[in-house]
């Protein structure tokens, strides 16, 4: 296997070189083998539900369901999700979500269904379709949650796919929400590897026919809004602005200098001006890692020329701001890359077990929940059966009461139609009796 050298710039004043192979020397890298939960997860594979699903029946009659109804039973959907296992049933599975996140019930799927879909990926190694469903989350609906994010953060990360990991923080980053530890510490991660050796990621860009391309003009444009993530497709801006976000919601040094380091990659020269400066007049003074503060150096002096500043304003105030920070001691030359990897054992080493309680019992709720609605769905659909057999019972007695009424009235019948006869022979007769004197 070749060996990837990485020149790893962060990593303090002598720009050491390391290697991915040191990098992963050690028996464990982050998160144990016990937190995939794959003993509990496994077990729902016991469910008669899905030991027994046909998965080509189920697929053509949820398929059936889709194209007449406009949606199917989420119960069946989570139980295909579940029961496939090999890269047979790709394109099903993928068709599915899809129609599920265009249908009715795109709100209502059963929360282990996603979890299906993305360890079915993980487990087959399809890393491709993953990151595109989780991509276009629109489409497809798929939105991980904590324990997801870091399985798959945790899974690129062993299997050396840097570029992926930071991919999935930047996804993540547009949630807004990095209040889980170990999923920040483990994007954190994933972006401070990429930045050493960035590779442009290959995004889907659907295919426009310019000839038939319209325009519908509209009176004006209700808040216009930019938000600098979801419509940004250059890597670079968006591990910048996941860096940012990152290490604003961070207090200590390295979250702060990831923060410049970020706003210095998506190109915010007045916030990361403004972020200096502050910097100098707050009360608890945090101490910036120098390897971090190289980086913006030479993002800002690449990218800040005479076309974006063209009076040189800002480089001005930026090399005044960053020489400010040695002069006040506001620099540390301890070894960012130690700092990191630091963060994210501690966060495993405090979350991890209670992590896996939670999840193993949540495995276990889910697999009550999916029973549960399975016999709900099974009432349901035995109540239109249940119906027609009330109703064909309810004619077999009003014909028993019609006979029975008949036959226990047989006499009374009987002269009632002798009478109606004599009646209507006597009616007869003096119609003929009449038309004769005429």
Request: aromatic fraction near 10%.
């Amino acid at each position: 296997m070749l060996t990837i050298v990485l020149a790893l710039r962060l990593f303090g004043q002598k720009r050491q070189l390391y290697t991915l192979n040191a990098i992963y020397a050690g028996k464990r890298f982050f998160l144990s083998e016990a937190f995939q939960c794959k003993n509990v997860w496994d077990k729902r594979l016991q469910a008669p539900a899905i030991k027994n699903a046909n998965l080509d029946e189920l697929f053509l009659k949820l398929d059936e369901e889709f194209n007449h109804f406009g949606r199917a039973s989420v119960v069946d959907i989570d139980v295909f999700a579940n029961a496939v296992r090999n890269v047979t049933y790709t394109s099903e599975l993928e068709d599915l979500i899809y129609k599920l996140q265009l249908s009715v019930n795109s709100l209502k799927p059963l929360p282990s269904t996603h979890h299906a879909v993305i360890r079915y990926f993980l487990e087959t190694e399809q890393y491709e379709v993953l990151l595109k469903i989780l991509s276009d989350r629109l489409v497809y609906g798929v939105f991980p949650d904590n324990f997801c994010l870091c399985l798959i953060l945790d899974t690129f990360i062993k299997k050396k796919r840097i570029a992926d990991a930071a991919r999935v923080s930047c996804i993540h980053m547009q949630q807004e929400d990095w209040s889980n530890p170990l999923v920040t510490s483990l994007a954190l991660f994933a972006c401070h590897m990429y930045v050493q050796n960035p590779v442009p990621w290959e995004v889907e860009v659907e295919a426009k026919n310019s000839d038939r391309e319209g325009k519908a003009p509209v009176e004006y444009i209700r808040y216009p809004y930019f938000d600098n993530s979801s419509e940004v497709q250059d890597p670079q801006l968006l591990i910048g602005k996941t860096l940012a976000d990152i290490g604003a919601s961070m207090s200590d040094g390295v979250g702060q200098t990831y923060r410049l380091v970020g706003l210095g990659l998506c190109r915010k020269w007045e916030e990361a001006v403004s972020f200096l400066e502050e910097l100098f007049i707050a009360s608890d003074k945090v101490r910036l890692f120098r390897g971090g503060v190289q980086v913006f150096k030479e993002t800002f002096a690449k990218e800040l020329n005479d076309k974006n500043d063209p009076d040189s304003k800002l480089r001005e105030s930026l090399r005044r701001l960053v020489n400010k920070l040695d002069n006040q001691r506001l620099v540390t030359n301890y070894d960012l890359h130690t700092a990191i990897i630091s963060l994210v054992e501690q966060a495993v080493a405090r979350d991890e077990n209670n992590i896996i309680k939670v999840q193993e019992a949540l495995y276990k709720e889910w697999e009550m929940t999916r029973e549960q609605l399975m016999k709900e769905d099974m009432e349901t659909s035995k109540k239109p059966e249940n119906l027609s057999v009330i109703q064909q019972g309810e004619a077999q007695l009003i014909q028993e009461e019609l006979d029975l009424f008949f036959f226990g009235n047989s006499k009374k019948n009987e002269l009632f139609l002798e009478k109606q006869g004599v009646s209507k022979q006597k009616e007869k007769t003096e119609e003929m009796l009449y038309n004769k004197k005429e």
